[in-house]
């Protein structure tokens, strides 16, 4: 048997380019989370410079001058809204986790009663049958109980680590800053220090990169931001309107979440809202989040085509792939990171998807 030696080692050679990549990717992730203030400065400072880029045009402002103008008024409206969120949060967080029995007890004694209310003996359901509907109903809430008080005394706890959140947002404010005025010197110190070969690689990597990924991100943060606020508008105008609206940050926070997630969106929260409510007897608190919801899925829709111009090219099934992967891997904040991750991965193994990844690597050439 001849081995052909020249195709195994261009076989090997692409095994280990592939596996390289996964690696560099693995600890660019670690390197991101690690430096996560700067990563902030970074994004926000991408989001920020069209409007440096704007007064420079209008107004004949240096780059510096601009860029002073716009973190100012960028960093007054990043610290008050943080401020604010963050008392809220926690008012309503310490509230919610002292009455979370009381709301699980009405909820297991709702769904006891539609159990009770349910004429089984038409399709014959014996008596075991629904003790075991019953305590599976009890487990699961207890579960959904344990959950939510530990999202809860996690939040709770983050919040009064004062010291390290003060020091994380003072770096990225501070980081911002430098970003913002020294761009330009920042990109040529880097492009000074590295080889030619890897600045022209990386560079096209980045542009491309931020093409797709950060416009997508940009485009998605716009319309989440959009629908959190008019959801936070909303539901604090039907609580000062006397409805039985309670915790409206934490519900406005929880429906810009689902918002975020790829395939789901407000819908997946507001609609059960909804029907519980009206189940319960409030039909109009029902209705009014209906036609909030409406209100926001007619902004979306006017707004989404404008914002984002091309589709990202993922088929839903390999984007709800990576968020059943990046929830099992991290946990909740994994269904926000795996599509992330999955845009990153198409970007960087292109060539290898168009021509085909095991193709590439296995056909003979």
Known sequence: MIINMSYWTRVIKNILYVLLLLIGMYIAL??????MPFLVAFIIALMIEPAIKYIMKKTNFTRRTS??????????ILIGSLSWI????????SSLLQSINDYIDKGYAQIKNLINSFNFDKIKVSNEVLEVIQNSTGDVLENITIWVRNLLTGVINLLTSLPSIAICVGIT????????VDKIYIIDQIEYHLPKMWVKKMGSHLRELIKTLGGYLKAEATLVLISFIISLVGLYILEFMNFNVKYPLL?????????ALPILGSGSVMIPWAIIASINGDITLGIAIIVLLIIMSIVRQILEPKLVS?????HPIFTLIAMYTGFKIIGIIGLLIGPIVLIIFKNIFASLIDQGVFKTI???K
């Open 251 to 259: 519900m406005a926070l929880f429906i810009g979440f689902v918002d």
């Open 310 to 314: 091309k589709n990202i090219g993922v």
């Open 86 to 93: 963050a008392i809220t949060l926690f008012s309503e967080s």
């Open 67 to 76: 860029s002073i103008i716009i973190f100012v008024i960028v960093s007054i």
């Open 173 to 180: 404010v501070v980081a911002l800053y430098f970003i913002c």
């Open 362 to 364: 296995f056909d003979k």
């Open 30 to 35: 670690k390197l991101s989370i690690f430096y």
